[in-house]
C-alpha cells in the first residue's frame, strides 16, 4: 500500500517473476488496464478486470473462487491496483476482503499478493497486519 509513483507496480513485477521461477504451480495477475501487458512473463495468466465489469469486492470473491475451482494448480494470485479493480476507496469492505483473501489462502495453499494505491495512514490497523 503506498501513493502513486511509490514503486509498488515494480515490486509486484519482481513478485510475479519470482513466483514464476520459484513456485510450482499457475501464477495469475489482476490489474485494471494494460499496464503490466509487457512487464509479465506470459507464463503468467495476465487479467484484465474492465473487460469483467468488476464491480465491487463479492465480484472479486466470486471471480477468484471461480479462477481457482476451474484450475486448482493456481498458487498465486496476484492483483494489482485493488481500489481500482473495485471501484471503491480504503473501508471496511477492503479489510473484509483481505480477510477473505487470508481464509482463502489458507483453505487452498494459495498465496495472495494485493497491491492498494493509496495513502498507508488510511489502513485500519486490522488491514497494516498485511504489510
Not at 2 to 24: D, F, P, Y
Not at 36 to 57: M, Q, T, V, W
Not at 73 to 83: A, S
Not at 96 to 116: D, L, P, Y
Request: glycine share 8%; with cysteine.
Amino acid at each position: 500500500m503506498g501513493q502513486k509513483g511509490s514503486g509498488k507496480t515494480k515490486q509486484l513485477i519482481e513478485l510475479v517473476n519470482n513466483a514464476i521461477n520459484e513456485e510450482q504451480g499457475d501464477v495469475v495477475c489482476i490489474e485494471k488496464g494494460a499496464k503490466l501487458k509487457y512487464d509479465i512473463p506470459h507464463k503468467a495468466r495476465l487479467i484484465e478486470a474492465s473487460e469483467y465489469d468488476f464491480n465491487g469486492y463479492d465480484f472479486l470473491k466470486g471471480y477468484i473462487s471461480g479462477l481457482y475451482s476451474a484450475n486448482y494448480d493456481i498458487t498465486h494470485i496476484f492483483i494489482n491496483r485493488l481500489l481500482k479493480i473495485v471501484g471503491q476507496e480504503v473501508d471496511e469492505q477492503m479489510e473484509a476482503f483481505f480477510e477473505w483473501c487470508e481464509g482463502f489462502s489458507k483453505r487452498e495453499n494459495v498465496k495472495f499478493t494485493i497491491s492498494v494505491s493509496a495513502d498507508v495512514a488510511l489502513a485500519s490497523e486490522a488491514v497494516k497486519k498485511y504489510f
